[in-house]
């Protein structure tokens, strides 16, 4: 992307923002009602939980969360959906347990971890990962179908080994799919966690949003929902765009 084609794209991002910010204020305005606050009032309620150290710390906790259940869904789901792409007969077998668990509802997976191993923290992450887990097992299996054969074949002519066919040859092809399923899994993930937080933890975002709605608190529900977002696009900006652009650097 050229320099005059990069400006061009952040000045539409920019405009798209202070569009939106514009009409969130014109419609506050218009309604003139606690049920919709000002951009202002929430940058003040962000200001004064963030100086009070609240909302890092509830953030803080949330993000720490996130972060183990997500490596933990994609790693197990990156390692299985491979393994059921390359081997028909195991992924006839398992088919129709990823059906069932795809179609189970969050709540109800939820609600068993807690009844099955009680409100702790480790219950907490595995209903975040059983959530997670056959999104990415579907997601990088097709991948694995789609890898080009004749690739596959020229490696095995030239005596690749297991690792360098894996390194060089499947992971170059399976890149896109591994993206697609960082990109949901986070928008997914970070959804479910404050359900998970709401229901049975005494600490993070969900349970913050929970007390802010006990208290009919919109402005607090948005401050936190804002913080929450800003660093999810901090980090597709920061690490998952330069890691799809520096993967993706051999295509033309």
Same mark, same amino acid.
């Given at each position: 992307m050229t320099s005059t084609k990069l400006s061009h794209y952040r000045t539409l991002n920019l405009l798209s923002i202070l569009l939106f910010i514009g009409l969130w204020q014109g419609l506050a305005l218009y309604l003139s009602d606690n049920s919709l606050p000002t951009p202002a009032s929430v940058t003040e309620v962000f200001w004064q939980e963030t100086l009070s150290g609240q909302l890092p710390y509830h953030l803080g906790v949330t993000l720490l969360r996130l972060v183990?259940?997500? +490596?933990?869904?994609?790693?197990?789901?990156?390692?299985?959906?491979?393994? %059921?792409? !390359?081997?028909?007969?195991?992924? +006839? #077998?398992?088919?129709?347990?990823?059906?069932? #668990?795809?179609?189970i509802p969050a709540l109800v997976t939820i609600i068993l971890c807690?009844?099955?191993?009680? %409100?702790? $923290?480790?219950?907490?992450?595995? *209903?975040?990962?059983?959530? =997670?887990?056959?999104?990415?097992?579907?997601?990088? !299996? $097709?991948?694995? !179908?789609? %890898?080009?054969k004749d690739l596959l074949e020229m490696a095995r002519c030239y005596h690749f080994g297991k690792r360098k066919t894996l390194v060089h040859v499947i992971w170059p092809q399976l890149h896109p799919f591994v993206m697609g399923a960082t990109r949901s899994g986070l *928008? %997914?993930?970070? =959804?479910?966690?404050?359900?998970? $937080?709401?229901?049975?933890?005494?600490?993070?975002?969900?349970?913050?949003?929970?007390? #802010? #709605?006990?208290?009919?608190d919109v402005a607090g529900i948005l401050a936190y929902t804002v913080a929450f977002v800003a660093v999810i696009q901090v980090i597709e900006i920061l690490i998952l765009k330069p890691l799809d652009r520096k993967a993706g650097r051999w295509r033309r």
């Open positions: 183990s259940s997500f +490596a933990v869904a994609m790693l197990l789901g990156c390692a299985i959906g491979i393994v %059921l792409g !390359r081997n028909q007969k195991l992924d +006839a #077998f398992f088919d129709n347990w990823l059906v069932i #668990f795809l179609n807690y009844v099955w191993f009680g %409100l702790i $923290e480790s219950a907490a992450i595995l *209903a975040v990962v059983i959530n =997670k887990l056959p999104n990415v097992v579907v997601t990088i !299996r $097709e991948g694995t !179908r789609a %890898l080009d *928008a %997914l993930i970070w =959804k479910i966690i404050l359900v998970v $937080e709401l229901l049975g933890r005494s600490n993070g975002m969900g349970y913050q949003l929970h007390l #802010f #709605f006990q208290m009919f």
